[in-house]
């Protein structure tokens, strides 16, 4: 797993572990079943305080790209796994949302542009 911090860019150092990690996991670059390193071990390596990468390994896991299996470590979950559901769930609760408030299909679609666009950048 090789990660790049730019502490000068206008990203927080918890977003850039948070994208990287999740970006590795997806293309399979970190297969499902990798153990991540500590929380601490990779503060350390990234030169990062521990409660940076604990937010960035908070999300990731919210988000059901890893799981933490107590003492036993961290690891990447398997792929379409929660995340992916999650994501599924999500968008059928805003589609059925949207329609409820009468927008069209093409004014939904636009919505959801709009918000990828500033989540992800153009």
């Known amino acids: 797993m090789t990660l790049k911090i730019h502490i000068s860019g206008g990203v927080p150092p918890y977003e850039q572990v948070r994208a990287q990690i999740s970006e590795q996991a997806r293309s399979g670059v970190l297969p499902a079943g990798y153990r991540l390193p500590t929380v601490r071990g990779l503060a350390d390596s990234l030169g990062l305080a521990a409660n940076t990468v604990a ?5 990731l896991e919210t988000d059901g790209v890893i799981e933490t299996r107590g003492r036993n470590g961290t690891f990447v979950a398997a792929a ?5 559901r999650e994501g599924a769930a999500a968008a059928l609760a805003y589609a059925e949302r949207a329609r409820r408030l009468g927008l069209t299909r093409a004014d939904a679609l636009a919505a959801v542009e709009d918000a990828l ?6």
């Open 80 to 84: 379409g796994s929660a995340a992916e």
């Open 117 to 122: 666009r500033a989540a992800y950048g153009s």
């Open 55 to 59: 937010k960035a390994y908070r999300a």
